[in-house]
C-alpha cells in the first residue's frame, strides 16, 4: 500500500470534489428545463431572416440555445416569410433540422388555408414530420353572438376530424376573437365546451394575461385540454413583454399548473434578443 501525504491527500480531495461539483451542475443541466422538455421557440418573430435565409436562421436559434422550434406554414404564411419554407421537400427540411440540432412536430396554420386547402396542410405536415397543427385564431367576428361562436367551433370541429383521420392533432391558440365576449362570457371559456376534447387541444398564449388570461387558472380549470403554450414573461409594473424570468410571472406556478393542463411542448416567442436573453433562466428552471 502506498502513502499519501497530507498535503497531497489534500490536494486530491480538492481535485475530487471539484470533479463533483462539475458532474453534479452537469446532472442539473440534464434534469432541468422545465418538466424535462425541450427548450422551445416560434419562429414568426425571425419571419424576417427566414425569408432570407432558413436553414442559417435555424441554426442561429439551434446556437442561442434552443432544442425545438414551431414553423409557420408556407401555405398560410407565404407573405409574411415563410414562402422559402415551401421550396424544401419534407426531406430537405427534416435534413435541415437534424443538421442544426432541433426538433419540430408543431407548426401553425391560418384558419383560411385550412377551409380551402387542408389536404395541402396535411400532406406537407405529415412530409415535414409535424404532429400538432396550430391554429392561431378561427378568425370570426370582433363583437360575436353566441351563434357565431358556435358556427366557428362546429367548423373547427369538421377541420380537426380531417386533421384527426390523418394522425395529427389540431390545437387553437387565443387571441383575437378567442379573447372576445359574449353576453358577459369570454369566448375562449364557451369554446372548451363547443369544442370537441377528442379532436381539439389548446396552445396557450402567456402574454394574454394582458387582457386578463392567467395561463396557471386556465391550466387548472381545463385539465388536460392543453397541449402547448406560447411563453413571454411579464411585467406588471411597467405593463411590458419582458425576457422570461425577468418578469412578475411566478413560472414555477405555471409549469407545475401545465402538468394537470396537459402541456406537451412549449415555445418562446419574443424579439430574437429576448427569446435568446430567456434560455438561461428555463435551463435552470426545475420543475
Given at each position: 500500500?502506498?502513502t499519501?501525504s497530507?498535503r497531497?491527500?489534500l490536494?486530491?480531495?480538492?481535485?475530487?470534489?471539484?470533479?463533483?461539483?462539475?458532474?453534479s451542475?452537469?446532472?442539473?443541466?440534464?434534469?432541468?428545463?422545465?418538466?424535462?422538455?425541450?427548450?422551445?421557440?416560434?419562429?414568426?418573430?425571425?419571419?424576417?431572416?427566414?425569408?432570407?435565409?432558413f436553414p442559417?436562421?435555424i441554426k442561429?436559434?439551434?446556437?442561442a440555445?434552443?432544442?425545438?422550434?414551431?414553423?409557420?406554414?408556407?401555405?398560410?404564411?407565404a407573405?409574411?416569410?415563410?414562402?422559402?419554407?415551401?421550396?424544401?421537400?419534407?426531406?430537405?427540411?427534416?435534413?435541415?433540422?437534424?443538421?442544426?440540432?432541433?426538433?419540430?412536430?408543431?407548426?401553425?396554420?391560418t384558419?383560411?388555408?385550412?377551409?380551402?386547402?387542408?389536404?395541402?396542410?396535411?400532406?406537407w405536415?405529415?412530409?415535414?414530420?409535424l404532429?400538432?397543427?396550430?391554429?392561431?385564431?378561427?378568425?370570426?367576428?370582433?363583437?360575436?353572438?353566441?351563434d357565431?361562436?358556435?358556427?366557428a367551433?362546429?367548423?373547427?370541429n369538421?377541420?380537426?376530424?380531417?386533421?384527426?383521420?390523418?394522425?395529427?392533432?389540431?390545437?387553437?391558440?387565443?387571441e383575437n376573437f378567442e379573447?372576445?365576449?359574449?353576453d358577459g362570457?369570454?369566448?375562449?371559456?364557451?369554446?372548451?365546451?363547443?369544442?370537441?376534447?377528442?379532436?381539439?387541444?389548446?396552445?396557450?398564449?402567456?402574454s394574454?394575461?394582458?387582457?386578463?388570461?392567467?395561463a396557471?387558472?386556465?391550466?387548472?380549470?381545463y385539465?388536460?385540454?392543453?397541449?402547448s403554450?406560447?411563453?413571454?414573461?411579464?411585467?406588471?409594473?411597467?405593463?411590458?413583454?419582458?425576457?422570461?424570468?425577468?418578469?412578475?410571472?411566478?413560472?414555477?406556478?405555471?409549469?407545475?399548473?401545465?402538468?394537470?393542463?396537459?402541456?406537451?411542448?412549449?415555445?418562446?416567442?419574443?424579439s430574437?434578443?429576448?427569446?435568446?436573453?430567456?434560455?438561461?433562466?428555463?435551463?435552470?428552471?426545475?420543475?
Amino acid at each position: 500500500m502506498s502513502t499519501v501525504s497530507r498535503r497531497d491527500f489534500l490536494k486530491l480531495a480538492a481535485t475530487n470534489a471539484a470533479v463533483a461539483g462539475m458532474l453534479s451542475a452537469g446532472a442539473l443541466d440534464l434534469h432541468a428545463n422545465p418538466l424535462g422538455m425541450p427548450i422551445g421557440c416560434q419562429t414568426w418573430p425571425v419571419r424576417q431572416m427566414i425569408a432570407k435565409d432558413f436553414p442559417g436562421t435555424i441554426k442561429m436559434l439551434a446556437g442561442a440555445g434552443f432544442q425545438s422550434i414551431e414553423l409557420c406554414s408556407p401555405l398560410g404564411y407565404a407573405d409574411s416569410g415563410f414562402a422559402d419554407v415551401g421550396k424544401y421537400s419534407g426531406a430537405q427540411l427534416r435534413k435541415i433540422l437534424r443538421d442544426a440540432g432541433v426538433t419540430c412536430i408543431s407548426s401553425h396554420f391560418t384558419i383560411q388555408e385550412l377551409r380551402k386547402e387542408q389536404d395541402k396542410s396535411i400532406a406537407w405536415a405529415k412530409e415535414v414530420g409535424l404532429t400538432q397543427m396550430m391554429v392561431p385564431s378561427l378568425d370570426g367576428p370582433e363583437h360575436p353572438t353566441l351563434d357565431d361562436v358556435k358556427r366557428a367551433a362546429d367548423e373547427y370541429n369538421r377541420i380537426a376530424e380531417r386533421a384527426h383521420k390523418a394522425g395529427l392533432q389540431q390545437g387553437l391558440h387565443n387571441e383575437n376573437f378567442e379573447v372576445s365576449m359574449v353576453d358577459g362570457q369570454r369566448t375562449y371559456d364557451l369554446l372548451f365546451k363547443y369544442l370537441d376534447p377528442k379532436l381539439v387541444k389548446f396552445q396557450f398564449q402567456v402574454s394574454t394575461i394582458e387582457q386578463g388570461f392567467h395561463a396557471a387558472r386556465y391550466f387548472r380549470k381545463y385539465p388536460g385540454r392543453f397541449i402547448s403554450m406560447h411563453v413571454q414573461d411579464w411585467d406588471a409594473k411597467t405593463r411590458k413583454i419582458v425576457p422570461v424570468g425577468q418578469g412578475t410571472l411566478n413560472w414555477k406556478e405555471i409549469f407545475e399548473a401545465a402538468k394537470v393542463g396537459g402541456i406537451k411542448n412549449y415555445f418562446v416567442e419574443m424579439s430574437f434578443p429576448m427569446m435568446k436573453a430567456s434560455v438561461p433562466y428555463l435551463r435552470k428552471l426545475n420543475v
